[in-house]
């Protein structure tokens, strides 16, 4: 009887400890599960519910306390926090310079260098009629193709370098299909036709003051060559290397706090870089939208596909409506029925993708910040001076 009740009693003790240790396990999953939900999440730490979770990459990076329990961003960034943003701007805003830089010191020292071989190669032949040619001909959209792949895809290198993005983080592509695509091109087409109109009413309000817009491209490649280059060089590489770098690069690095301050920031960038009044009209329009959905995807290859597209039937449709009156009616009239049905599209697009709002503490992480960040707002200094430069120039 003694061995019986003794067996129970060693049973009924195990089992007593089995379930304080399981009730111990609970409690402690609990608490860990209660500090976990008090820490923001850090790839949303402002939890902002219209932005697109993923694309703004790890926040901790920026401010490492939002790894702590029970931390709260505050409403206006400290000095540590600031600076980490600040640094990011910062990039963003050298990638641009560099840009800048890097294109016209290449680009004419690459004519200056044609220009002069072929003044020791000829030596009768003038100065003047040399330039013509090289303008007429295929060596300048050549030269000129050639120095935006090299600036755009090197400076994108140094860009991802900076920022530890990832190649394939740029064509990871989520929720988009053939259906996605015409929806987007019928848009884009629809922003390139609103671009124009607009377009149109700057350039009469300049041309009173005797100032025109539109920058001077009679002469420019008229050979086959020529325009075989330049339609390859527009309609396939340009929006290839330019999504890389904008969309790819800056983008990303503008977007570490608020998305709807790197949407727009790009595309005035993208606006910028064009380098003309008129240009800078239709990419910045464009580039918001192209903004909008690289973001909702977290790819460029929805952005690609779409510039590609806006490229190849602008290129078709200035060549087309050069025929006759006839042949510039008929395209009228088909750039209406697509600009009407790209209304309709973006009305249901902007029913479920509307651009990300931004919070008030979003706000004071935005502009206020990129704008104390001098090479952010030298670059932004630079390009605008070379387009007033390039306007009164003109005169």
């Known amino acids: 009887m003694s061995e019986f009740t003794d067996t129970e009693n060693r049973t009924e003790i195990a089992a007593l400890s089995h379930e304080v240790y399981r009730l111990t396990k609970q ?26 979770k993923g694309f703004c990459g790890d926040y901790s990076k920026i401010d490492p306390r939002i790894t ?68 007429s001909s295929s060596i300048l959209v050549s030269i000129n193709m050639m120095t935006y792949i090299i600036c755009n895809v090197g400076i994108a290198a140094i860009g991802m370098k900076w920022g530890g993005i990832k190649y394939t983080s740029l064509v990871r592509t989520k929720d988009f299909g053939i259906g996605r695509a015409f929806q987007y091109c019928m848009i884009a087409l629809l ?28 002469g420019v490649a008229n050979t086959h060559l020529g325009k075989t280059v330049n339609i390859l060089y527009t309609c ?11 969309r790819g690069v800056l983008l990303r690095t503008l977007a570490k706090s608020n998305q709807r301050f790197a949407i727009f920031a790009s595309a005035f960038f993208f606006g910028l870089v064009h380098g003309n009044l008129q240009q800078f009209i239709i990419a910045f329009l464009l580039g918001i939208f192209l903004a909008h ?28 409506a050069g025929i006759s009156t006839a042949a510039s009616l008929i395209c009228y009239l088909i ?31 935005g502009v206020l910040v990129a704008a104390g960040s001098l090479p952010f707002s030298g670059a932004v200094i630079i390009y605008i001076v070379y387009i007033i430069y390039r306007l009164i120039a003109k005169r």
């Not at 409690?27 to 697109?52: H, V, W």
């Open 335 to 365: 750039l209406l029925a697509a600009a009407l049905l790209g209304m309709i599209l973006l009305l249901v697009f902007l029913s479920r993708d509307k651009l990300p709002s931004t919070t008030p503490k979003q706000a004071r992480r």
């Open 68 to 135: 702590e329990a029970g931390y709260e961003i505050p409403l206006e960034p400290d000095y540590t926090e600031r600076k980490n943003l600040k640094r990011a701007y910062r990039k963003s805003g050298w990638l641009m310079i560099f840009q800048f830089v890097l294109s016209n010191i290449l680009g004419g020292l690459t004519v200056q260098l044609i220009l002069w071989l072929m003044t020791m190669l000829n030596p009768a032949a003038n100065g003047t009629a040399v330039g013509d040619y090289i303008r």
């Open 236 to 246: 396939m590489l340009a929006p290839l290397t330019e999504e890389l770098f904008f």
């Open 27 to 52: 409690l402690e999953e609990q608490e860990q599960r209660r500090i976990t939900d008090a820490m923001p999440d850090k790839y949303d730490p402002f939890a902002n519910p219209t932005e697109y």
């Open 293 to 320: 959905i690289t973001i909702k995807h977290g790819s460029i290859i929805p952005s690609v596909i779409v510039h590609m597209f806006i490229n190849i039937v602008t290129s078709i449709i200035g060549a087309v």
């Open 191 to 218: 922003m390139w036709t609103i671009s124009l109109y607009i377009k149109t009413g700057v350039s009469n309000i300049f041309l009173q003051y005797g100032i025109d817009i539109v920058p001077d491209m009679s």
